[in-house]
T-cell receptor
Framework: DTGVSQNPRHKITKRGQNVTFRCDPI?????LYWYRQTLGQGPEFLTY????????KSRLLSDRFSAERPKGSFSTLEIQRTEQGDSAMYLC?????????????FGPGTRLLVL | SQQGEEDPQALSIQEGENATMNCSYK?????LQWYRQNSGRGLVHLIL?????REKHSGRLRVTLDTSKKSSSLLITASRAADTASYFC????????????FGEGTQLTVNP
């Protein structure tokens, strides 16, 4: 049984650089979510997909952020022109929408440090 | 903005004792979920309780939900050192399209 996987697990970058993270959901799951978590806080919703359609984006998702799920399977989250305030853990989750109890299963996260 | 608020923010107990964490939220919900997070790691799903349920059990975990008070509690019985982690409640609001809104968490330390 393969859970949600995320790559890379850690990323250190310099301010102004672009970074891209990948999330592979549980294979039969049709919904995929991105959250961001800063130290000492709970995760905050960024965006989610149902299959390949991006259905909702948080106001936290500035125009420097873009997410895709081109074939309804894996997803990428790109941050352009990174800023120090982007340093956080980026978490991906997936779920099987349509069940009576929609549990979101989280990956291990990608920890981003912007210098 | 965060909807849920956990109480207490930190809890330190001895192994074998019970730990109770509370969560309050503000809007109507479809369900409420509890997650555990070990330091710097991903979140592990513990239990989901639907809005029409009042209590649910899973192993050493007991969750209650009071929708009239917009609150939930998580009880961990007979705690172990391995239970040391942060615990978050997350709500799936009726109007949110199934995104989860998390509280700031309770840091539980179980001393051996």
């Amino acid at each position: 049984d393969t859970g949600v996987s995320q790559n890379p697990r850690h990323k250190i970058t310099k301010r102004g650089q672009n970074v891209t993270f990948r999330c592979d959901p549980i294979s039969e799951h049709n919904r995929l979510y991105w959250y961001r978590q800063t130290l000492g806080q709970g995760p905050e919703f960024l965006t989610y997909f149902q299959n390949e359609a991006q259905l909702e984006k948080s106001r936290l998702l500035s125009d420097r952020f873009s997410a895709e799920r081109p074939k309804g399977s894996f997803s990428t989250l790109e941050i352009q022109r990174t800023e120090q305030g982007d340093s956080a853990m980026y978490l991906c989750a997936s779920s099987l929408w349509g069940q009576t109890q929609e549990t979101q299963y989280f990956g291990p996260g990608t920890r981003l440090l912007v210098l | 903005s965060q909807q849920g608020e956990e109480d207490p923010q930190a809890l330190s107990i001895q192994e074998g004792e019970n730990a109770t964490m509370n969560c309050s939220y503000k809007t109507s919900i479809n369900n409420l979920q509890w997650y555990r997070q070990n330091s710097g790691r991903g979140l592990v799903h513990l239990i989901l309780i639907r809005s029409n349920e009042r209590e649910k059990h899973s192993g050493r975990l007991r969750v209650t939900l009071d929708t009239s008070k917009k609150s939930s509690s998580l009880l961990i019985t007979a705690s172990r050192a391995a239970d040391t982690a942060s615990y978050f409640c997350a709500t799936d609001a009726r109007t949110s399209g199934s995104r989860l809104t998390f509280g700031e968490g309770t840091q539980l330390t179980v001393n051996p």
